[in-house]
């Protein structure tokens, strides 16, 4: 399940025909899965975030109210099922199209622990072991483990994608791949029996 992830809708102090509010902020990176929703701060204005080619009701059903009494009013909440190119997806208000905003979805993949691990078996796993992404499509990985790993094409071209190991409790930075290829094997640079398979389509 992904977390709740919030973006602010302010209005602006000299406000337009096509721009009352801005989106706080306007570039927002999420990952696949996450819960995302809209608060309108705006006491005077209704907004409808939507992707900038597509419904009004693409992601939020219906305008989101004014804020009253100085409660917000809120969208419903979106996800995105895989990740979007590098660049993200840009929005707009569907009653304000100078109000534009941007939302970068990523893949994640998790290196977990592995309990009960024989010594010369693989300490941690990569899930999902094969991922599968579109080209420019960003992912990263989390690593849920005690120990540091560094996933590349090999030990030999450990900094091909990360140029220094990821450590316990933190993320990669975003990698994406410009080439299709059925099907990329890696491993962990540091404890090369981890392996994982990356698709570009």
Request: aromatic residues 6%.
């Amino acid at each position: 399940m992904g977390q709740e992830v919030k973006i602010d809708i302010n209005p602006v102090a000299n406000p337009t025909n096509a721009v009352k509010a801005t989106f706080d902020p306007p570039t927002m990176t999420v990952m696949a899965g996450d819960l995302v929703y809209w608060r309108n701060n705006d006491k005077h204005n209704t907004h409808q975030p939507k992707p900038a080619n597509g419904a009004a009701d693409a992601w939020v059903t219906d305008p989101i109210s004014v804020m009253q009494d100085d409660e917000p009013g809120t969208s419903n909440t979106t996800s995105f099922g895989t990740g979007t190119n590098k660049n993200g997806v840009p929005y707009v208000c569907a009653q304000h199209p100078a109000e534009t905003g941007t939302i970068i979805v990523l893949n994640n993949v998790n290196i977990n622990s592995v309990p009960g691990a024989q010594p010369t078996s693989p300490q941690a796993s990569f899930a999902p072991g094969k991922l599968t992404v579109a080209v420019n499509e960003g992912f990263i990985w989390t690593n849920n483990d005690v120990k540091a790993h560094w996933p590349a094409p090999s030990v030999a071209q450990k900094t091909a994608w990360l140029q220094e190991a990821i450590q316990p409790g933190q993320k990669s930075k975003t990698v994406s791949f410009t080439q299709s290829n059925p099907g990329l094997a890696y491993v962990c640079a540091i404890h090369d029996n981890e392996q994982g398979t990356i698709v570009i389509k």
